[in-house]
C-alpha cells in the first residue's frame, strides 16, 4: 500500500485548508488504494477568519493540527514527526492557510520564507525522487523551496502570485482547471483547483488527475 | 437545474456536520448538474470539540451557519430562509452535530425534539412529495418528524440508537455501508455513511448511490 503525505493547516479556505480541496485529496488517494498520511503543524493559524462574512474575527485562535483533524477525522500527526522515508509521494492540497500558515508569501511575496519542517520534508521528498502533488495556491511552496531546479508549475492562469512565486527560477504556465501540469523531470504534478474552478466539479476532476499521475509516479 | 436543500449545523464531526459526507453530497450533486442550496441554523453549536483529542473545549461557542460556510465555502443561508418550494429535494448530511444541533436525541432519546424550523421544513418537503435523503445518523431526524408515516430507514447496523429512534414508528433496517434503503411510498432515501463506513472510500459509495436515487426521484 502507498503511503502518501498531506499537508493540511487547519480547517477552511481563508485562514487553513481549502476543505473541498483536501477531501478530494483523501477520496483519491483511498479510491486508489493508497494510505494518506494527513500532517499538520501544531501551532497556531495566523488568524480566525470568518468564513459566512469573510472578516477576520479578533482575540480568536485555533491551532492548525488540531483545526485539520477535522478534515482528517482525528488521523493526523505534527508536521515534522514523519519525513521522507516514511512516504511514497507527498501532496499539498490548498487554502489560504498554504501562503499565510505554512509560509508567508501572502504578506511577503518573493521574500517569503517556508516553515522550516515543510521546507525540509519537502526537500527530503524531492532528493529522494519521489513525486510531489501541489494543487491550487500550493505551487507557491514548491517554487519557493526548489525554485533552483526550475520546477514546471501551475497556478491556473498566469496572475500576479504566478509573477512573485517565479522570481527564485520556478516557470509558471498556464492550465485548464479539470487538467495538471506534470513537471517529469522534478517529477511535480500541479492543479489549479480552485484558484480557478468554478465549483467542486472542476476541482475534483483536477484533483483525481493529479493523484492519478502522482501514484502512477511512485512505481 | 434541480435544486437541492443541504442541511448542516457546524463543520467538524464532534461538533457540527462531518465534513467528508457533506463535501462528497456536494460534489455528487454538482456531478449530476444539480445545485445544492447550503442551509445551517443561525445559532450556536452545542459544543466546541477538539477534534485531535476528541475532547469538548471549555468556554469556547462557536456558530453553527458561520462555521458550515466553511464547508459551503460561504454559498449557505440561514436554515429557516428556504421553503419546501425553493428546492426539488432535501439531503441531511451526518455528524454528532445532527443529533446535538439539530435535535436533542443524544441526550433524550426517544424523547427528542427536532429544531422547529428543520421538523417544518422536513414535513414541507415529505407533504409536496419531493424526495429526502438522510445521511449517516440523520435517519434519526426522520423518524423523530415523520414516525407516523412507519418511514422505513437504516443506520447501518441495528444499534441503540435505531431501537430508540422508531419508538414512533420508524422502521430500521440492516444495510451494507455502499447500499441505500429506499422507502418508495415516503421517498426516503437512506445510507450508513461513517456509521460504519471505515474509510472516506466507502462512505462516498453509499453517498454516491444516495444522491443518485433522491436526485431520480425528482423528476
Chains 1, 2 share one sequence.
Not at 507527498?90 to 508569501?105: A, E, H, K, S
Not at 491550487?136 to 497556478?155: F, N, R
Request: with cysteine.
Amino acid at each position: 500500500m502507498k503511503r502518501v503525505g498531506v499537508v493540511l493547516c487547519g480547517c477552511g479556505r481563508f485562514d487553513g485548508s481549502e476543505i473541498h480541496e483536501s477531501v478530494l485529496t483523501l477520496l483519491h488517494l483511498q479510491r486508489a488504494g493508497a494510505r494518506p498520511l494527513c500532517m499538520a503543524p501544531d501551532a497556531e493559524q495566523w488568524a480566525v477568519c470568518d468564513h459566512f462574512d469573510g472578516k477576520p474575527r479578533e482575540g480568536e485562535t485555533r491551532n492548525m493540527l488540531h483545526e485539520a483533524a477535522r478534515i482528517a477525522r482525528g488521523d493526523v500527526v505534527a508536521l515534522g514527526a514523519l519525513g521522507a522515508g516514511d512516504m511514497d509521494a507527498l501532496i499539498l492540497p490548498g487554502g489560504t492557510g498554504v501562503t499565510r500558515n505554512l509560509c508567508d508569501f501572502k504578506e511577503k511575496g518573493a521574500g517569503a520564507r517556508v516553515r522550516p519542517e515543510l521546507a525540509a520534508l519537502i526537500r527530503e521528498v524531492h532528493a529522494a525522487g519521489k513525486p510531489i502533488g501541489a494543487i491550487c495556491i500550493s505551487p507557491v511552496l514548491i517554487a519557493l523551496v526548489l525554485g533552483e531546479k526550475k520546477p514546471l508549475l501551475t497556478l491556473g492562469k498566469m496572475n500576479r502570485s504566478a509573477e512573485k512565486a517565479s522570481v527564485h527560477g520556478a516557470r509558471f504556465v498556464p492550465c485548464a482547471t479539470e487538467s495538471v501540469v506534470v513537471d517529469e523531470e522534478n517529477r511535480i504534478v500541479s492543479t489549479p483547483a480552485y484558484v480557478t474552478a468554478r465549483h467542486i466539479g472542476e476541482a475534483d476532476a483536477g484533483i483525481a488527475r493529479l493523484v492519478a499521475e502522482v501514484l502512477r509516479r511512485t512505481e
